[in-house]
Nanobody, 125 residues
Framework: QAQPVESGGGLSQAGGSLRLSCVVSRRTFRDTGVGWFRQGPGKEREFVAAVSRSGFTEIYSDSVKGRFTISRDNAKNTVYLQMNSLKPEDTAVYYC??????????????????WGRGTQVTVSS
């Protein structure tokens, strides 16, 4: 099992910053790729960012590129999502997902094996 647990969500004004954390309790965390997805009110779940098992490769959606940064600390079994210049349209439940198979960053939700329960991010205008 590699159940991700998210934290760090909350309320921010537009232009502000938040940092989300995702802990994956897996002995072989270094072999685990991790992605972040989000689902806004009335919207489908969408890809946000993903990082390879090594941390050397990152991919982002066009809507967050240049504002969000994904990183990982393998010593702490944790992946972070630093969110800057937040916009009201970033309001969503953010989910962390673990890929136990390839470790290659993917935009596809079916590339991930385990999902967290999500953390709410609300950005006011």
């Amino acid at each position: 099992q590699a159940q991700p647990v998210e934290s760090g969500g909350g309320l921010s004004q537009a232009g502000g910053s938040l940092r989300l954390s995702c802990v994956v309790s897996r002995r072989t965390f270094r072999d685990t790729g991790v992605g972040w997805f989000r689902q806004g009110p009335g919207k489908e779940r969408e890809f946000v960012a993903a990082v390879s098992r090594s941390g050397f490769t990152e991919i982002y959606s066009d809507s967050v590129k240049g504002r969000f940064t994904i990183s990982r600390d393998n010593a702490k079994n944790t992946v972070y999502l630093q969110m800057n210049s937040l916009k009201p349209e970033d309001t969503a439940v953010y989910y962390c997902a673990a890929d136990l198979r390839t470790g290659v960053p993917s935009r596809r939700s079916d590339a991930y094996d385990f999902w967290g329960r999500g953390t709410q991010v609300t950005v006011s205008s």
